[in-house]
């Protein structure tokens, strides 16, 4: 049974740090590019940040370039989000999203998260 489970969402001030967290289970994780997409209220869904299978290559979206960084760890089955300098307008619901190595990059895989809320509010 395929598991993506998100973590470490929460509320945090303007110019605070979060960290991310999805755990993997039941597919094969290195061979799945990973991907963190978000959904803010009244806004479609954005794709935030993306990784291969390896870890080689990454890529952001220009709103959170310098800010955001994803990163994996392929003997944990866990992809990273890390998450500086937030502000207001990153405030939404976070989701992981994997995608076999197969299929075009940057591309919206099969198996979704549940996803966890980031609020960034004073």
């Known amino acids: 049974q395929v598991q993506l489970v998100e973590s470490g969402g929460g509320l945090v001030e303007p110019g605070g740090s979060l960290r991310l967290s999805c755990a993997a289970s039941?597919?094969?994780?290195?061979?799945?590019?990973m991907y963190w997409y978000r959904r803010a209220i009244g806004k479609e869904r954005e794709l935030v940040a993306a990784?291969?299978?390896?870890?080689?290559?990454?890529d952001y979206a220009d709103s959170v370039k310098g800010r955001f960084t994803i990163s994996r760890d392929n003997a944990k089955s866990t992809v990273y989000l890390q998450m500086t300098s937030l502000k207001p307008e990153d405030t939404a619901v976070y989701y992981c999203?994997?995608?076999?190595?197969?299929?075009?990059?940057?591309?919206?895989?099969?198996?979704w998260g549940q996803g966890t809320q980031v609020t960034v509010s004073s």
């Open positions: 999203n994997a995608g076999h190595r197969r299929t075009p990059w940057r591309t919206t895989g099969n198996y």
């Open positions: 990784i291969t299978n390896t870890g080689g290559t990454t």
């Open positions: 039941g597919f094969t994780f290195d061979m799945y590019h």
